[in-house]
């Protein structure tokens, strides 16, 4: 698997992180092309499940990005998607998935250069834990299902 295979998933609040992504962009800045960026209106309204599916489709790795700590536009969004990003990776160890596929930053709008450097550690972080081990299962059950001889 290259490098380029993995998938690290993004979950940007749209008023600060997702425009510090935005802002990277214009901006030229390089960030690894493994990020996937997934825009929603807080980190609050992060939903557990789908973190998990997130994974159960492949994703390899999952940051999770709002405003700074105090600075959320619903008060205590960012507080408690920490919270349940602590909880998932209670769940992840587990479910025999390493915790340090997720993590959670917080950045303001204007913080271009740590989206940036954000997205290359975290993607660094994932290539050293190796593919998602579900997504390895995944492809297993697939290939086995598909070198089925039928007839
Ligand atoms: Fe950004 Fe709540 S609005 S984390």
């Known amino acids: 698997m290259s490098e380029t295979d993995f998938k690290i998933v993004a979950y ?3 008023y600060c992180s997702y425009a510090a992504a935005d802002l990277a962009g214009v901006l030229r800045l390089n960030y690894p092309a ?3 960026i997934v825009q929603i209106p807080c980190t609050g309204r992060l939903d557990m499940l789908e973190v998990l599916h997130t994974f159960e489709h492949g994703a390899d790795g999952v940051m999770v990005a709002g405003c700074l700590e105090g600075d959320c536009h619903f008060q205590e969004g960012n507080l408690n998607a920490r919270r349940r990003v602590e909880h998932i990776k209670q769940i992840m160890l587990q479910i025999g998935l390493e915790p340090e596929r997720i993590e959670m930053f917080n950045l303001s709008s204007a913080m271009a250069r740590q ?3 954000a997205a290359t550690s975290m993607t ?3 290539i050293d834990l190796g593919p998602n081990p579900l997504r390895v299962a995944d492809r297993d059950h697939v290939d086995q299902q598909t070198d089925k001889t039928v007839g």
């Open 12 to 14: 940007c609040c749209r």
């Open 124 to 126: 660094q972080q994932v």
């Open 34 to 36: 493994e990020t996937r």
């Open 115 to 117: 989206f940036a450097d």
